[in-house]
């Protein structure tokens, strides 16, 4: 994947942003939006629905594998929102 995007990029002929200095997550929401650093998702749920819209994941794992993927991921999800933590148990 990591590859694929490499490869767009130079085929787009984009060019990377500057270094970051600084530790990120000890920047604030507006430091870092004013420095144009942008952030992940926060859960593996928001990860899964970003990927369904990119062509770029599409086309570089073929249909097949791509489905069967963002499948498992959504499966691995609902295991992951139904399980019950000790830390919840104990609250």
Do not use: C
């Amino acid at each position: 994947m990591l590859l694929a995007a490499g490869l767009k990029g130079i085929e787009d002929g984009l060019v990377p942003p500057p270094s970051t200095e600084g530790i990120v997550y000890e920047m604030s929401a507006a430091e870092r939006a004013k420095r144009g650093i942008g952030t992940l998702p926060s859960s593996l749920i928001e990860a899964v629905e970003l990927t369904e819209k990119s062509q770029l994941v599409r086309e570089a794992l073929g249909d097949h594998t791509f489905n069967a993927f963002i499948e498992n991921k959504k499966h691995e999800w609902d295991d992951y929102r139904i399980h019950v933590t000790d830390y919840e148990i104990k609250r």
